[in-house]
């Protein structure tokens, strides 16, 4: 059955990694979005596990367009943390971006860095997209692992790895699934007030 509540999950990313083409993927529309202004909610219906015992879940996914500057990114996203279930992440793994836009990856990590330290979100389940798989250019994931150096990131932190591509849909399922089973995981081991949950980081690279 469906949970009458989705869980919700803060999209966060720098601008023009593809983050608003990743939600309307998922919500089964094209990926030609315009440039996200302001915040965007809306629940995507999505299926996880096999196909003859798929679990029907709804996601809803918080999208904020807001200008390509660090510190109005974490104030703009500072709101959500406490109410979003999981964090999805959306960075651009292609050598075109290592190549000519290096202080966009750095960027990028530094937001990662800043919101995966927020104590709201310390035990909730952090989705990476490396995004832009499609492309001839793309980055394997042992490279986008050293690159955005998400070891050390997201340290202590529970946390996956995934590439994927907005254009094709490619890697969404197997991202979003493991995002779902770890809230249906969550939602059946709610720690006691005061404890921790144990959550665990880790190279959790889909390839």
């Not at 964090?87 to 990662?112: D, G, N, W």
């Not at 969550?186 to 880790?202: D, I, L, Q, T």
């Amino acid at each position: 059955g469906q949970a009458p509540v989705p869980k919700t999950a803060l999209v966060i990313g720098w601008n023009g990694t593809g983050k608003t083409a990743v939600c309307q993927r998922l919500r089964g529309q094209s990926s030609e979005p315009l440039p996200t202004q302001g915040v965007l909610r809306e629940v995507a219906t999505l299926k996880c596990g096999p196909q003859d015992e798929e679990l029907e879940c709804a996601l809803e996914l918080i999208d904020i367009g807001i200008e390509p500057k660090l510190e109005a990114k974490t104030a703009s996203y500072q709101p959500w943390l406490s109410s979003a279930d999981s964090v999805i992440v959306v960075i651009e793994a292609s050598k075109t971006a290592q190549r000519f836009r290096p202080e966009e990856i750095e960027r990028s990590k530094a937001l990662m860095q800043s919101v995966s330290q927020e104590p709201e979100v310390r035990d909730k389940p952090f989705l990476v997209l490396a995004n832009k798989c499609d492309r001839e250019d793309a980055l394997p994931i042992n490279e986008v692992m050293e690159l955005f150096d998400l070891e050390n990131v997201f340290k202590g932190r529970t946390w996956q790895l995934q590439r994927c591509s907005a254009v094709t849909a490619e890697g969404l399922k197997a991202g979003t699934a493991w995002l779902v089973f770890k809230l249906l995981e969550e939602a059946k081991e709610r720690p006691s007030p005061g404890g921790g949950s144990g959550a665990y980081g880790g190279s959790h690279a889909i390839r």
